[in-house]
C-alpha cells in the first residue's frame, strides 16, 4: 500500500476517535492537537482551552497549565510534529484543500510572495499567537483566542446549529469570528496548510519538539541532487534539502516518498 | 546518538511520570472532563440560547426534584443560579443577579439565602459548578429543559396546579438572556421572578412537599 494512503487511513481513523463523543464518549483528557471541545462529538478537551483556563484573569490552576504540555510533551518527545501531519483533523480538512492550495502556488504572484524573506518571519506568527492570544489575554482581559477561534467555529458552533436548528442565535463574538472563520478557509485554499504554517498555537508547542524527538526525518545531504522535488512537494513549503530537524516539517513523509534517490528518511532516534 | 537517545529516553520518562502523577493526584481528570469537555461555556461557542421563558412541570427525564428544592419552595419561589470559575457569560450576569437581589457573595463562594422580592420570598441558591456538592451539581442536568447543557443557566421554581395537586413549576433562563444590555438582562429575571411569585401565592396553599 503507497504511504500516503496509509497516512490517509491513519488519519480518517483518528478523525473518528477524536470524535467517539458522538456515541457517547465524554473524556478528561486533551487532544494533542488542536480540536474543539464544544464539537457535538468531541471526546476531549482541547488543548488551548485548558492553558486558557490555567491563567485566566490571574487565577493560576498549575494542573490545567501542565496538563496539556505533559500530554503535547509526550508526543512531541517520541513524534515530534508528526501529531500535525497524522493526526489533526484540521490536518486533514487542509489535505483536502492541499490540491486547490498547490495550483495556486504555480501562480507567479503567489510564487514570488513565497519566496519573499518576510515569509519565513510570518511562520513565527504562531508562537506570537500562543504566547499573545492565549496566554496574555487570559490572563489579563479573558478569553479571546477561544471567543474567535475559526477552528471552533468550525466544529463547534456550525454542528451546534445545525444540530439544533432554531435553538440558538448568534452572540456579539459571532460576527468577528465569522470573519476570522472566512479568513481561514480562504487561508487553507490558496496557502497548502496555511493555518498550521502561520497561526496554529498547538502547533506551535509541538514544532520546537522536532528538535529533540525520537522520530524524525533526515536528509542524506551529501547524496543529494538537490534537485527540489521534496521542496517542491512539501506541504509545510519547507527547504527540505537544507532543513535539518526543521520545526515546520510535520513528518508527512511527502518528501520521503518523492525523492528519487531515496536519500530522505524516517529516522528513529 | 547513544546520549541523545538516553537523553530522549529520560525525558520521556520524565513526561510520562508528571503525567501519571498529576492525574492520580491532582483530579485534573475529573476536573477537565466536568469543567470543559462536558459543560459548554456558551459564550465560546459564539451562540445564545433561545430563552424560552415556558414554564414546565417536567423536569429531564422526569427526576425528582431535589429535597432542598421541595424543602426551600414551602417559604417561596427557589431561585437556582448556575455558574462556573471561567465563563464569560456568568461574569456579565453575576452583578447583575447580586444586584436584583441585593446581595453579596464571592464567586466561588456557596452561598444561599432567602430574599424578599415584589412582597415575596425567594430562596436564591448560587451554585458555582467547580465548587460546590454533589447534590447541587446534580440539579444541573435534571432542570437543563431545553437541553443546552451550558452556562450560565438560571432556574426559577414555583407552584403550579396539574390536573388536581399542586406540584414544583419551573422554568429556565440561558446564557445572558439573549437581550443586549444589563438593563434588559436585569428587567427578564424581574418579569420571571414577579410571576413566579404570583403563581407561588396562588397554588402555596395546595402545597405539600414530598
Known sequence: MKFQLKRLYFQIILFFTANLGAVGLKTGFCYPFFYCQACPAATSACPIRALENSVYKQSFEWRFLLYPLLIIGFFGITTGRAICGWACPIGVLQRGTGRVARKVKRHPIAQRLGAHSVEKYLRYTKYFMLIVFVFLTSLLIGFIFTDICPVGMLVGTFPILILNPGKFVPNYFFPVALVIFVLFITLIFIIERGWCRYFCPVGAMLGPFNKISMLHIEVHTKECLHCNVCSDICPMGIDVPNMHRDPECILCGKCVSSCPTKQITFEKV | ?210
Do not use: W
Open chain 2, 1 to 210: 546518538m547513544k546520549r541523545s537517545f538516553v537523553l530522549q529516553i529520560a525525558a520521556v520518562i520524565v513526561v510520562s511520570g508528571a503525567f501519571v502523577g498529576i492525574l492520580t493526584t491532582a483530579d485534573v481528570y475529573e476536573d477537565v472532563k466536568a469543567r470543559i469537555v462536558e459543560v459548554l461555556c456558551l459564550s465560546c461557542i459564539k451562540l445564545e440560547p433561545k430563552t424560552i421563558q415556558e414554564f414546565t412541570f417536567k423536569t429531564v427525564d422526569d427526576a425528582p426534584h431535589p429535597y432542598f428544592v421541595t424543602e426551600n419552595l414551602t417559604k417561596g419561589p427557589v431561585f437556582l443560579h448556575y455558574s462556573e470559575d471561567v465563563c464569560a457569560g456568568c461574569e456579565v450576569m453575576f452583578p447583575i443577579v447580586k444586584q436584583l437581589f441585593n446581595i453579596e457573595f464571592g464567586k466561588q463562594d456557596m452561598f444561599s439565602k432567602t430574599v424578599t422580592f415584589d412582597h415575596g420570598n425567594i430562596t436564591y441558591i448560587y451554585v458555582n459548578l467547580d465548587h460546590t456538592i454533589d447534590i447541587l451539581e446534580n440539579s444541573f442536568p435534571m432542570y437543563d429543559k431545553d437541553d443546552i447543557g451550558g452556562l450560565p443557566m438560571f432556574t426559577i421554581i414555583t407552584l403550579g396546579y396539574d390536573h388536581g395537586t399542586v406540584r414544583p413549576y419551573f422554568t429556565t433562563l440561558y446564557g445572558t438572556l439573549n437581550v443586549p444590555t444589563d438593563a434588559e438582562r436585569s428587567s427578564l429575571l424581574r418579569e420571571v421572578l414577579t410571576e413566579s411569585i404570583e403563581m407561588y401565592q396562588q397554588n402555596k396553599a395546595g402545597y405539600q412537599p414530598t
